[in-house]
């Protein structure tokens, strides 16, 4: 192993190499940037180039573009309530405001050096951790899903801005929405309308293009009449040096947040955007001030990037020891493996040791690539949006429709996109944030699968109970649902405490 390990140091130093990787990193905060355009997008159509190169080279520059493209999604969450990639769903939810307040540069730079540390511990997970934390997420059956389903739809409470009973009937809306196709037992046709194209559902990033896109784009035209004509975006010196001064100043958060990531990309099928979420809700549950998230935290912008950058490490663990991918882009780097030559499980360490961890070392280096550029060009980055809302408003609204439709090259795509872009904006109106709209939409199926699954299990077990109830796993993810879903409450009563005190020394 020593010697597998020098000759992936000596593997990385190479400068072919290394400028594949960090062309690679480029390429996928590009991509990762444009709605629509996914890291499985990107590292889908390379993958046929890396047939004829080398393996080397081939891993790392598909890896750069997973680092880049994941990082990548936080700039239209920030500058345009866009999220990039479905990854950065939770960033929108402080990222914008503080646009919106004149601060994206902060908001950019927390997204950098939060992604780059996050994206850092992650690869160390994957290097140091894989055979064990594999071993874990092999006992995830239906039953374990279903309850993890759960757990994520508890986050509701966090998420519903507010207003329980909105962010309820949301979060109802969304698992409505995720029954529209073909249903998992019986293989009935849902709420498709007779249109074929909707058989396979609705494409997430769609929905997610119409609920956090377009009504943003019909703000700025309202505000454009009564308000102002662009948006508040003003460089500030020292920022980049205070921002990273403070976050330093918050290790528990950061790591916390990593550590969330790395484990729920651990879970395969899971994703960036559950482990974004999750780690969002979280920091908002350790929070002194949690009623100043969703209105321009840091906290939340650093929590959830150093959480779906993590993900890219702990979607990995399962691919390279089971050989089960963790995230639809780690299933592109089983396909870029095999195409190698390449088994992913125990023989990927022993017969293409240097191989392997030439390619594990790459994506802390990849990592610490992504957030110098995202570093030194987030302050240009963040200068774009400084256009009067007449540019702004087209630009935004081209790139939406592009990307709609390049998902699936059907236009299908983009009337439903609009479709539901201007229900986000009623929604929107009537008090509804869209968190929960999604969170239910990308849960449903997962839920519904589970419960499915671990039914059929329960019939021929002859106890439902002991399917749901009894397995070890599941019992850790029903304490935590009830924990997470008594938190607000739990919560409530500590505010009113200090009040009354207050109140009782008046």
Not at 212 to 235: A, R
Not at 273 to 280: E, M
Request: proline share 6%; aromatic share 8%.
């Amino acid at each position: 192993m020593p010697a597998d390990f020098i000759a992936a140091l000596s593997n990385i130093a190479q400068p072919t190499n290394f400028l594949i990787m960090a062309i690679g990193v480029g390429f996928g905060i590009i991509v990762g940037a444009l709605p629509g355009l996914t890291a499985t997008m990107a590292m889908a159509l390379l993958v046929p180039f890396t047939f004829t190169m080398d393996a080397v080279p081939a891993l790392m520059g598909l890896g750069g573009i997973y680092v880049g493209a994941i990082y990548g999604g936080c700039i239209a969450a920030i500058l345009v309530n866009t999220p990039g990639t479905p990854s950065a769903i939770a960033t929108t939810f402080d990222g914008f405001p503080l646009t919106k307040k004149g601060k994206a540069e902060h908001a950019l730079v927390t997204a950098a050096f939060s992604s780059a540390v996050g994206g850092v511990i992650g690869a160390v997970v994957l290097l140091l951790l894989s055979p064990p934390l594999a071993s874990i997420a092999l006992k995830f059956g239906p039953p374990e899903y279903f309850w993890l389903s759960i757990f994520g739809l508890t986050i509701i409470a966090t998420l519903a801005s507010g207003s329980m009973l909105k962010g309820l009937i949301g979060g109802g809306i969304g698992l409505l929405l995720s029954q529209i196709g073909i249903a998992p037992l019986g293989g009935e046709m849902r709420f498709t309308f007779g249109l074929y194209q909707l058989q396979a559902g609705l494409s997430l990033i769609v929905v997610l293009i119409g609920f956090f896109c377009i009504p943003e784009v019909l703000s700025m035209i309202e505000k454009k009449f009564s308000q102002h004509d662009s948006i508040n975006y003003k460089p500030q010196k020292g920022v980049a040096k205070g921002i990273i001064s403070d976050l330093i100043k918050k290790p528990i958060l950061l790591l916390r947040s990593a550590v969330i990531g790395a484990f729920v990309g651990i879970v395969p099928g899971a994703g960036g955007n559950i482990a974004g979420l999750v780690s969002y809700n979280e920091a908002v549950r350790w929070s002194k001030k949690p009623k100043e998230f969703g209105k321009g935290n840091i906290d939340g912008v650093a929590a959830s990037e150093a959480a779906n950058n993590a993900e890219v490490g702990g979607s990995l663990v399962p691919l390279m020891t089971l050989g089960i991918p963790g995230a639809a882009p780690a299933a592109i780097l089983l396909g870029a493996l095999m195409l190698q030559g390449m088994r992913p499980g125990p023989e990927l360490y022993i017969n293409y040791g240097d191989i392997t961890y030439t390619f594990l070392f790459s994506l802390i280096v990849a990592n610490i690539v992504m957030g110098v550029m995202a570093f030194y060009g987030a302050r240009h980055v963040a200068k774009l949006i400084n256009l009067p809302v007449s540019y702004l408003a087209p630009m935004v609204v081209f790139m939406t429709v592009i990307g709609s439709y390049a998902i699936r090259n059907n236009i299908v795509d983009v009337i439903i996109m609009i479709l539901f872009g201007l229900v986000g904006y009623v929604t929107k109106k009537a008090g509804f944030h869209p968190g929960p709209i999604v969170l239910g939409l990308i849960l449903g199926p997962i839920a519904e699968n589970g419960l499915v699954q671990s039914m059929l299990m329960g019939k021929s077990a002859g106890s439902m109970f002991e399917v749901f109830f009894t397995r070890p796993l599941s019992i850790i993810l029903i304490l935590l649902c009830l924990v997470s879903a008594g938190w607000p409450l739990i919560s409530n009563l500590r505010n009113k405490t200090p009040d009354k005190e207050a109140d009782a020394n008046a």
